[in-house]
């Protein structure tokens, strides 16, 4: 079993939550803490990498923050643990950002195996729009055809989860399609959340955006999961 690596320690609010959250991973897994002496810029092996993050949510990947820094370098999840954390028995939940159209193995399989390792729901949310031509349409999109297009992707999220759900049939799964942007759908799907996990390593500067927004306005953590 690889280590839960805790990449960011300290006395601060985010530093304490991010020790913690690391340490009760690391059991959960089964797996050894390594914490290391100095920044990591190269992760190395590691089944999950921890760390706690402060002030530091408006910083675009790549621009030198440390954990865009490790978000781009590593090869496996990297936990982040925002300020505003929020423990509580109501937060109980792990919340999946999902492209069903073109989904992610790697998120899909650590948010399969996060809500397994806690016995909890995984809420697996779906952002989509509408076609272009038919946002600027004079007098709006009739229902019938709008719904042809909700059933288009819900159908898509089925199969997107269909085989990971069979991989994991204890699991239970809440399969959610929004009309929103998936910044807008992770912040109103994750409120009640422990964990959010969001896509990575993509190139998608839409899911680059929703991790932003989660660390400046969530109260749960957040992993981003390189694909």
Do not use: N
């Not at 690391?22 to 992760?43: F, T």
């Not at 109103?188 to 680059?208: I, K, M, T, Y």
Request: a neutral charge; one cysteine or more; proline letters at 8%.
């Amino acid at each position: 079993m690889d280590p839960v690596l805790l990449a960011r320690t300290g006395t601060s609010a985010p530093g304490r939550a991010a020790t913690a959250w690391a340490a009760r991973e690391a059991e959960m897994r089964g797996a050894v803490l390594r914490v290391p002496d100095g920044p990591v810029r190269e992760p190395g092996r590691a089944s999950v990498i921890v760390c706690g993050v402060s002030g530091e949510a408006d910083a675009p990947p790549g621009s030198g923050s440390p954990w865009a820094a490790l978000v781009d370098a590593a090869r496996g999840p990297v936990v982040l643990v925002p300020d505003l954390l929020t423990t509580s028995h109501r937060r109980t939940g792990v919340t999946l950002g999902v492209d069903a159209r073109d989904p992610s193995a790697a998120a899909l399989a650590f948010a399969f195996q996060s809500a397994r390792l806690r016995g909890v729901r995984l809420h697996a949310v779906h952002a989509w729009a509408l076609p272009a031509d038919a946002v600027g349409r004079p007098f709006g999109v009739p229902e019938g055809e709008r719904a042809a297009w909700e059933d288009q992707e819900v159908q898509s999220l089925g199969d997107a989860l269909r085989p990971w759900r069979e991989k994991y049939p204890e699991v239970r799964v809440l399969a959610d399609v929004r009309l929103f942007s998936p910044t807008a759908a992770l912040l109103h799907c994750s409120e009640h959340a422990a964990l959010a996990v969001v896509p990575g390593g993509s190139g998608d500067l839409a899911w680059q955006e929703a991790v932003r927004a989660l660390l400046r306005r969530a109260t749960c953590a957040v992993a981003v999961v390189p694909s």
